[in-house]
């Protein structure tokens, strides 16, 4: 099956600072989402980006489907930015969370 | 408009013991899936619903189940809980297939005693 990969697995930073996340799949997907879990576990939905570039607010995203990776991009970051960072992709059968990328942002 | 509900969202319950959550998707959307949140295994696909017909099933023993009603709220079931079933479980709905965006209600917390 599909493997998605993310990197850093960890990443501490000072607020304000900007961040990139990379989220690396072995095949070609049907759709790719970013989420924001939050400290109570909720799964919030960020970018629903297949392919392209979106933008919303400091977030923005981009696919990049014919080399098989997204990027995701922090700027400004602040605390409430913290929590674990998902990307999951949809190959026409399963859709596949990566690992994560935990994000901890410091005041 | 109201987002995915489950409940409830927090649940105790001991070994060999049945469990049931529900899951009541957004206006509209016709599918629902269930995924299971452990820190060991991450998140995994349990089963998705579309139309009251099972559509996909992960890789998970026969003890857990689950349905689908005529209005998209589903249940899933399991049962002869073991410690190891102790997790979050957290169930998305779409539009369509998993190809729309899926969109993920808050979870249920189930710890197994």
């Known amino acids: 099956g599909i493997q998605v990969e993310q990197s850093p697995p960890d990443l501490i930073l000072q607020e304000g600072a900007n961040s990139t996340l990379r989220c690396n799949f072995s095949?070609?997907?049907?759709?790719l989402q970013w989420f924001h879990q939050n400290p109570w576990g909720q799964l919030i939905n960020l970018f629903y980006?297949?392919?392209g570039t979106k933008q919303n607010g400091r977030l923005s995203a981009t696919t990049v489907a014919t080399e098989r990776y997204s990027l995701l991009y922090i700027s400004s970051s602040q605390t409430t930015d913290s929590g674990v960072y998902f990307c999951?992709?949809?190959?026409?059968?399963?859709?596949?969370f990566g690992p994560g990328t935990r994000l901890s942002v410091l005041p | 408009k109201a987002g995915v509900t489950q409940t409830p969202r927090y649940l105790i319950k001991t070994r060999g013991q049945q469990v049931t959550l529900s899951c009541s998707p957004i206006s509209g959307h016709r599918s629902v899936s269930w995924y299971q949140q452990t820190p060991g295994q991450g998140l995994q696909f349990l089963f998705e619903y579309f139309s009251e017909t099972q559509r996909n099933k992960g890789n998970f023993p026969g003890r857990f189940s689950g349905r689908q009603f005529s209005n998209s709220r589903s249940e899933m079931n399991v049962s002869t809980l073991e410690l190891g079933d102790s997790a979050l479980y957290l169930c998305a709905s779409s539009f369509g297939d998993r190809a729309y965006e899926q969109y993920f209600g808050p979870g249920t917390r189930l710890t197994v005693t």
């Open positions: 980006i297949p392919s």
């Open positions: 999951a992709v949809y190959d026409g059968q399963n859709f596949v």
């Open positions: 095949d070609s997907v049907n759709n």
